[in-house]
């Protein structure tokens, strides 16, 4: 099933953040908990984790994007 991932919340104050660093490209499989991308927060960075296994079908915000709490961040085939 395709899905889109957004950006999840990762602290109680977090609103946004700039994605800085993909781990994954387009194409690429993964398993859940793999790490897929790095989100920096006021000055600390989180690593977001793939909640399936599945495949990365397109990235929808860029390294360097600034992005709300919810904004979608790509596409992903689960299973």
Partial sequence: MKAVL??????M??????LTEW???EGDSFKEG???YA????????EVEAP???TLLSIIAGEGSELEVGAPVCRIEQG
Avoid: F, Q, R
């Fill in 6 to 11: 957004k950006l999840p919340k990762l602290s």
């Fill in 52 to 54: 399936c296994d599945g």
């Fill in 39 to 46: 989100v920096e927060t006021e000055k600390v960075v989180s």
């Fill in 34 to 36: 793999e790490i897929l």
């Fill in 23 to 25: 781990h994954k490209a």
């Fill in 13 to 18: 104050n977090m609103e946004e953040g700039t």
